[in-house]
């Protein structure tokens, strides 16, 4: 079995992992969404256009501080399925 995270509370392998490549994706998927919109919003030029305007600005800040979340996420957390408990792979109290 390759490098898989055992639960140190019922030894249990059904373990989830967040990681920050949920958040990356997020991120790039919200600016590339925010810059679309505004470019959008900026041809029609009429009310529908503010309003995209005003969403694609939202996207695309809110798109930046997922990516800065993932670039300053340090450690990975992980919880396991079967019984809930919550721990940092790697180390070895978790108690």
């Not at 992992?17 to 991120?27: A, N, P, Q």
């Not at 041809?43 to 600005?57: D, K, R, T």
Request: net charge positive; hydrophobic share 45%.
């Amino acid at each position: 079995m390759a490098n898989q995270i055992q639960c140190p509370s019922c030894k249990s392998f059904k373990v989830k992992v967040d990681d920050r490549t949920r958040k990356w994706r997020l991120g790039i998927s919200m600016t590339l969404l925010g810059a679309a919109l505004y470019y959008l919003g900026y041809l029609w030029q009429s009310a529908i256009g503010g309003f995209s305007l005003l969403f694609g600005v939202c996207f695309f800040a809110l798109g930046i501080v997922f990516i800065l979340l993932a670039l300053t996420h340090k450690v990975d957390k992980a919880t396991c399925k079967s019984c809930g408990f919550k721990f940092t792979p790697g180390l070895a109290d978790n108690g």
